[in-house]
């Protein structure tokens, strides 16, 4: 998705190690939001940013997940310590407006072990 | 709850076959259903979408139908290629936010 890129697009990391999820959407989107995927399963939405601040970081699993959106531009979402549950993809995605449609960028594969 | 239920969960037919997914929703407030195809190594793309104020909306070989007394709405591909083969998501969206369905993997034999 050429609007959205996240990288990395796959990282391997152990059980207790630090992991930091990049998201750069193209300018001009007020909403940003964060998925995850995991194997098999459904979406499951984790945190929504209207600009730099969150609007709803309801689906955000524990305290070892944080989000920042660094002056409305680009997000990170970091993951300390991982666990091995936390595997799965993770989607930034972006909307100019609610109730429009989003669009994903490509994932970042998280594998813990 | 805020479940999205989507069945089948695999779906393979042969090429030139029509594919139904069938997605179930429950606040009768949405208003708002789109339809995502996930490519492997890809993200989600938006194929097609539906708003309640209508009953079906058809794009080429993709169509939606919405029910709304029901809460059902389903995707229809007809003459189904090759490529059609992916993994397919229904969503509505509530509180601001895409609810998801668990997806449908639909697979194109040629």
């Known amino acids: 998705e050429a609007g959205v890129t996240q990288f990395p697009s796959h990282s391997v990391i152990e059980k207790g190690q630090t992991v930091t999820l990049r998201c750069d959407p193209i300018?001009?989107?007020?909403?940003l939001y964060w998925y995850r995927r995991v194997m098999g399963k459904e979406i499951k939405f984790l945190l929504h940013?209207?600009?730099?601040?969150?609007?709803?970081e309801s689906g955000m699993p524990n305290n070892r997940f944080l989000a920042e959106r660094t002056g409305g531009t680009y997000s990170t979402l970091k993951v300390q310590p991982a666990e091995l549950e936390d595997s799965g993809v993770y989607f930034c995605?972006?909307?100019?407006?609610?109730?429009?449609?989003?669009?994903f960028g490509n994932g970042t594969r998280l594998t813990v072990t | 709850g805020e479940n999205v239920e989507q069945h089948p969960s695999t779906l393979s037919v042969q090429e030139g076959d029509s594919a139904v997914i069938k997605c179930t929703y429950s606040?009768?407030?949405?208003?708002?259903f789109p339809w995502y195809k996930q490519e492997l190594g890809k993200g989600p793309q938006l194929i097609i979408d539906?708003?309640?104020?209508?009953g079906e909306k058809k794009d080429q070989r993709i169509a939606v139908t919405l029910n709304k007394t029901a809460k059902h709405f389903s995707l229809h591909i007809t003459e189904t290629q090759p490529e059609d083969s992916a993994v397919y998501f229904c969503?509505?969206?509530?509180?601001?936010?895409?609810?998801f369905g668990q997806g449908t993997e639909l697979s194109v034999k040629p």
């Open positions: 940013f209207v600009k730099e601040s969150k609007q709803d």
């Open positions: 606040d009768s407030a949405s208003n708002y």
């Open positions: 969503a509505e969206v509530k509180g601001g936010k895409l609810i």
């Open positions: 539906i708003r309640s104020n209508v």
């Open positions: 300018s001009g989107h007020d909403n």
């Open positions: 995605a972006i909307t100019g407006a609610l109730n429009s449609p989003l669009h």
